[in-house]
């Protein structure tokens, strides 16, 4: 972390005060609002701390405080049961979502395959390989619009994220997400 330069500090300190925690797990920005501010944070999903692996299946964090409001919002409103019974029923829909975990599985295991080569333990592969983007093992289930919106914002292979962004649109210049966070942390 010593060789930061001082954008990537800045990004990094930026992060962590709209994540609210400072991750034990690496990340870097994945991408930004239109005011310059972190808008998905890509962490790495896995982490070796005293011997222990531990993986981070749910690698994408949504971090905009504006998108997180809003689809916080859509979570009130009962909107993880209707995603949910979309994919029970929506055959063309499921099987985009499926594609796209599938995807994201991948990247995760060989994500994790650069960062510890040869060392990775078959039971930790297994997770990271067979988890949806929300952490869960249930691939009908939705658990949490964030990170199907993280993944959608990262990738663009998330019908569900997709379908969230039509509703509440992505971040524009007027939105000026980083200061939202400023206004918010005032007393
Ligand atoms: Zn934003």
């Known amino acids: 972390m010593a060789n930061l330069n001082p954008t990537e500090e800045q990004q990094r300190t930026t992060a962590v005060e709209l994540l609210g925690r400072d991750p ?7 991408t930004f609002c239109p005011d310059g501010s972190p808008q998905v944070l890509l962490a790495d999903p ?9 993986p981070f299946p749910a690698f994408l964090w949504l971090v905009c405080p504006r998108l997180k409001a809003l689809v916080a919002n859509l979570e009130q409103q009962g909107q993880v049961r209707e995603y949910s ?14 594609n796209g975990q599938k995807e994201v599985a991948e990247l995760r295991v060989s994500l994790a395959q650069k960062i510890y080569p040869g060392e990775l333990p078959e039971h930790i592969r297994e997770i990271l390989a ?11 289930g939705v658990k949490c619009l964030h990170s199907h919106l993280a993944q959608e914002l990262a990738f663009h292979n998330n019908p569900i994220g997709a379908t969230v962004l039509t509703q509440i649109k992505n971040c524009s210049e007027k ?3 980083g200061t939202m966070r400023a206004r918010r942390s005032e007393p």
């Open 85 to 98: 019974q979309r994919l029970k029923l929506d055959e063309a829909f499921r099987e985009n979502f499926m």
């Open 175 to 177: 939105d000026h997400c």
């Open 24 to 30: 034990r797990t690496p990340f870097t920005v994945k």
């Open 46 to 54: 896995v982490f070796k701390e005293d011997g222990i692996w531990k």
């Open 130 to 140: 067979e988890t949806t983007v929300a952490g869960s093992r249930d691939f009908n």
